[in-house]
């Protein structure tokens, strides 16, 4: 499924912005990939990345646990791998899927170190992501069916933003949803980094809250943020441009920096107005829709 390269290219990608932030801030950190299914792919793609951080891993400990089932494939491929890796990684394959996460996780003493984890399920178990949340700092991918409750269930566990987009196949494919909850808003930014930069998306674009389709571009086209920007303001009243980049980076599919951009086209249209009137658009500045009386 186009979805499935996806979503690997994504964990790629962002793995690559996390584990060395990981190692820099601790002596050791746990990546969490936890499946419904054997996914051999993914698992195998996240270790090549750890492979290629060798040099940073040197007096750290990375704990990598696979959580998943159905692929007898899987021990013999991620085995090829793990013989690459430094003393200082330990893998461990653990069968039964996402529902073994807690047990996984507090088997390897993850709770208060970086922790990263990867889960592909069907349903959002409050117990799988409650353990995902015990990391400092603790960062969680999901993925599962489009449509799914996932914003609220990854609230209740304690994460404190959260952003999601579905993954629209073109050919009609069931559409996928993906979810990343953080506590960081630097890890946020990362992940939305990595989503825009996905080469392997041929087939796929990104759908948000809103309901637009994007296509997947380095540089998305801004109007529907602007749209939903104008919507937002008209909802709540004035808003500064560090609350606007906000709610573009946790609401929608774009990241924080294209709200700058969406903006400069609403103030360049006059369809919102500014305060103060002149500078750079910083994030104290007050921002509201055209005509409506600012507070203060």
Known sequence: MPTDAVLRELLVRHLET?????LHRARRATLA???AGGDAGRAEAALRVVAGHAERLRGRQLTVLVLADGSEELPARLGAVEAGLP????????????????????????????????VDADTADPA????????????????TAAGAPVRAALADAGFRLTTEVELVPADGAPARLVAFASGSDKSLEAFKEAL??????AGVRYRDAAGQLLD?????ET?????ELLAQLTRSGP????ELRRHALTATAYRSSDAVRALTGLLAAGEVAREPEDGRLGGDVLISVRGARTLT
């Open 18 to 22: 996390w584990l060395p932030g990981a």
């Open 33 to 35: 990939l936890a499946y």
């Open 87 to 118: 003393a200082g990684v330990a893998v461990h394959l653990v069968p039964g899927g996402p529902a073994r996460l807690p047990v996984a996780v507090k088997a390897a003493g993850a709770a208060g170190a970086p922790l990263l984890s990867v």
């Open 128 to 143: 799988v992501l409650t353990a995902a949340a015990t990391g400092k700092p603790a960062d969680v991918l999901f993925a």
């Open 196 to 201: 825009w930069a996905v080469d392997d998306a």
């Open 216 to 220: 997947v571009v380095p540089a998305p």
């Open 223 to 227: 109007g529907p943020l602007g749209h």
């Open 239 to 242: 808003r500064t441009v560090t």
